[in-house]
Nanobody
Framework: QVQLVESGGGLVQPGGSLKLSCAAS????????MGWYRQAPGKERDLVAT???????HYEISVKGRFTITRDNAKKTVYLEMNSLKPEDTAVYFC???????????WGQGTQVTVSS
């Protein structure tokens, strides 16, 4: 099992910034992809951004240029820096870990991000 603990969500005004963190523990395998998904009320959970253990990144088109995903392999932590936030970014953000080799996936409990004036 891999445990993922997210932090950094909250309420921010449109145009503002937030930084999410997700720390992994447990049966962590160094070859992996980590990332973030989000789920707005009444909608499906959608990809936001992912980053591999060798720092290859992928972004959903609506966040490209506004969000930056990074990771610290020594700390087993992934970050999501969110700038120029819009009301449509409001969602629960879930951390994601995909183990290399087995393809086993784990999820965090989610952190709420609300963009509102």
């Amino acid at each position: 099992q891999v445990q993922l603990v997210e932090s950094g969500g909250g309420l921010v005004q449109p145009g503002g910034s937030l930084k999410l963190s997700c720390a992994a523990s447990g049966n962590y395998f160094s070859i992996n992809t980590m990332g973030w998904y989000r789920q707005a009320p009444g909608k499906e959970r959608d990809l936001v951004a992912t980053i591999s253990h060798v720092f290859i990144t992928h972004y959903e088109i609506s966040v490209k240029g506004r969000f930056t995903i990074t990771r610290d392999n020594a700390k087993k932590t992934v970050y999501l820096e969110m700038n120029s936030l819009k009301p449509e970014d409001t969602a629960v953000y879930f951390c994601y870990y995909l183990r290399g080799g087995t393809g086993q996936a784990y999820w965090g409990q989610g952190t709420q991000v609300t963009v509102s004036s």
